[in-house]
């Protein structure tokens, strides 16, 4: 059990870090949209019609998607380990 929750907790860290390249890559393109926009509120309207924006939403949705599939697999083992034990 305790290798499948290491190997879950990598899968983590990997979503994790693909959602910070992401917001980088956005904040980047952000600061130049705002070099020639108006004002904040403008330029924030523009960088939603960026593929990085695009890229930026889908890895923060992904990234919460393997949180929840990582407390779901957490409690599936820990449950399974007690009706293990209960058997014993």
Do not use: T
């Not at 992401?22 to 960026?50: C, F, G, N, T």
């Amino acid at each position: 059990m305790a290798s499948e929750l290491v190997f879950l907790s990598a899968n983590l860290w990997q979503a994790g870090s693909l959602v910070l390249e992401a917001e980088v890559k956005m904040s980047k393109i952000w600061l130049d949209i705002r070099a020639l926009a108006q004002s904040d509120k403008q330029a924030d309207q523009q960088i939603k019609l960026q593929p990085e924006y695009k890229e930026f939403m889908e890895a923060k949705c992904a990234e919460k998607s393997v949180v929840s599939l990582i407390q779901s697999l957490k409690k599936l083992l820990h449950s399974k380990a007690d009706e293990y034990k209960a058997y014993q």
